[in-house]
């Protein structure tokens, strides 16, 4: 599971060849 850190509370997550994108202030 590799995490990059895009800024401002953004996170791509790569785990299994999925890339998930998170943002605690998107949802």
Not at 4 to 27: A, E, M, R, V, W
Request: glycine share 8%; aromatic share 22%; with cysteine.
């Amino acid at each position: 599971m590799k995490v990059k850190f895009l800024g401002q509370n953004c996170f791509l997550f790569s785990y299994k060849g999925k890339n998930i994108l998170t943002d605690p202030f998107y949802n």
